[in-house]
């Protein structure tokens, strides 16, 4: 049976739309200190702390039985050096709960003049976000920032929230606001908001809710078929791509850019596919840098698998387990383009064999 899942899914265009104006506003004050590295190298920044906070207070008040995965955590925030940044954050959460409301929002969601949360609140509403997941029942996933690469660098970046049901990603709202809603006109409007349900398709809408307008993919046409794929190479091998990009016989450049931005991109029809080859052995993907984007890429008429063709499991905890890479595109392409990846897959490991045995 399908559901219609209207309530969360104004629900999370009204908690996403929020975050979002609380990233656009915080990276114009952002200064050095708000910056923290994680335990894996990564960046953190007071806007990634603070959107997942407000999410999390939000989903508290309106689905208060739902657990989450969301990619942070306050550990860094409760010790006693993180005194100065945890202030940060709460003033920044609070402005944006405390925000006026808008179109489809709705004051028991905890939002609205008079929302100020306390620290201790704030900091739980963090730490909600430390479910394992699994395979069964509802869950949410939040990734506040997803590319703050790009956020500190003032390039994409997305607020990613979804509602996962018994492994299956249910609801997806990925927010945008720093791309445009043409990428054929990067001087006009920006600000794209990606919404998608299983069973009732895809849509883009301005950031501020106005204009929604379904999306479709393209059929495959090699022309102008390019990849879509990480801007750090760390994330994404570059090398595979281009190689699997020769092998297709594509004469377009790849199209790089952060974050879950390029899933929208790719269900409103830029580029061709999304890509993304694992740069060593090891590295897990996270359910939250995928589940929105999986799911607007099926509702707009696309195939999502690892490398192998496997589908991608949201039901094996905070991670896809053992999928290895991503490769979405239109469905009429994807055949085609996986069996390019199974060929470079079999070229590399061919040669690392080989300059192993040298
Ligand atoms: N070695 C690695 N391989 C693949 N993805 C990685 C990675 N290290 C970090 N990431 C993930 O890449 C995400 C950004 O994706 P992209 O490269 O498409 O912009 C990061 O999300 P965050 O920025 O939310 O931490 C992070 O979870
Ligand atoms: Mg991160
Ligand atoms: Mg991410
Ligand atoms: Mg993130």
Not at 161 to 173: E, F, M, S, Y
Not at 238 to 266: E, F, N, V
Request: glycine content about 10%.
């Amino acid at each position: 049976m399908s559901l219609a899942y209207t309530t969360e899914k104004q629900f999370a265009i009204s908690a996403v739309r929020r975050a979002c104006l609380l990233t656009s506003s915080v990276f114009n004050k952002l200064v050095k200190n708000e910056t923290l590295v994680k335990g894996d190298k990564s960046p953190v920044t007071v806007g990634d702390f603070s959107a997942q906070a407000v999410i999390s207070s939000m989903l508290h008040r309106a689905f208060p039985d739902d657990p989450i995965v969301g990619e942070e955590d306050a550990a860094d925030l409760r010790a006693a050096s993180g005194a100065s940044l945890r202030d940060r954050i709460v003033e920044l959460a609070n402005e944006a709960l405390t925000a006026e409301l808008g179109i489809g929002d709705i004051a028991e969601w905890g939002i609205g003049p008079g929302s100020e949360q306390s620290v201790d609140n704030l900091l739980d509403a963090i730490d909600r976000g430390n479910h394992e997941g699994g395979r069964n029942g509802r869950m949410w996933t939040i990734d506040p920032i997803d590319g703050t690469k790009g956020f500190l660098r003032g390039e994409q970046y997305a607020v990613c929230l979804a509602l996962i049901v018994d492994a299956q990603v249910q609801v997806g709202v990925l927010g945008c606001p720093n791309l445009p809603l043409n990428l054929s006109k990067p001087d006009e409007d920006k600000g794209c908001l990606f919404v998608a349900v299983r069973g009732q398709g895809a849509q883009q809408l301005k950031l501020t809710g106005a204009d929604p307008i379904p999306l479709t993919m393209p059929p495959y046409t090699p022309s102008s078929f390019s990849f879509l794929e990480s801007v750090e190479a760390a994330h994404s091998s570059h090398s595979t791509s281009s190689r699997i990009s020769a092998i297709l016989g594509l004469t377009q450049p790849p199209i790089r850019m952060d974050s879950q931005a390029k899933y929208g991109c790719l269900a409103r029809g830029d580029g061709g596919a999304y890509m993304r080859m694992p740069t060593g052995v090891g590295y897990k993907e996270k359910i939250w840098d995928h589940a929105t984007g999986s799911l607007l890429v099926t509702e707009s008429g696309g195939v999502i698998t690892d490398s192998r063709g496997l589908p991608l499991d949201f039901g094996l905890g905070r991670t896809l387990g053992d999928n290895y890479g991503v490769i979405a595109t239109v469905k009429d392409a994807h055949a085609k383009l996986l069996s390019a990846v199974q060929e470079v897959v079999k070229q590399e490991q061919e040669e690392a064999k080989k300059s192993k045995a040298s």
